[in-house]
């Protein structure tokens, strides 16, 4: 079984009233790639130990891979130091990275 783990800035377009108004901003995504089954059990650990919410399985291109996206900052937050719990010593640079993107959510972008 393969699991790949993302956290990215991703754009998303913050609207407000009025033409041409619009400001594009980037924030914070947590994505876990894998297959239905895999997602479908990392969920149910999420939901129960974690305490977040259930996610809908995402569809990705090929039919084998499934995606669950995390966009609150607050499941994000929580999830993290659930990981962090078990994999402090691990990956220092993954979590030091996190940990920058937990504490600057939101990038302007022109």
């Not at 783990?5 to 924030?27: A, D, E, M, T, Y």
């Not at 569809?59 to 962090?84: D, P, Q, V």
Request: aromatic share 10%; net charge positive; hydrophobic share 35%.
């Amino acid at each position: 079984m393969i699991l790949k783990i993302l956290v990215s800035f991703c754009p998303k377009l913050r609207g407000q009233s009025g033409r041409n108004k619009r400001k594009k901003q980037k924030r914070l995504m947590f994505r876990i790639y894998g297959n239905y089954k895999l997602i479908d059990s990392i969920n149910n650990i999420l939901h129960e130990d974690v305490g977040v919410g259930k996610k809908t399985p995402q569809k990705t291109m090929n039919e084998t891979t499934k995606i669950l996206n995390y966009t609150s900052l607050k499941e994000i937050e929580e999830i993290s130091n659930w990981l962090i719990g078990a994999a402090d010593q691990y990956c220092n640079e993954y979590w030091d990275e996190l940990h920058y993107k937990l504490r600057n959510p939101i990038i302007e972008v022109s």
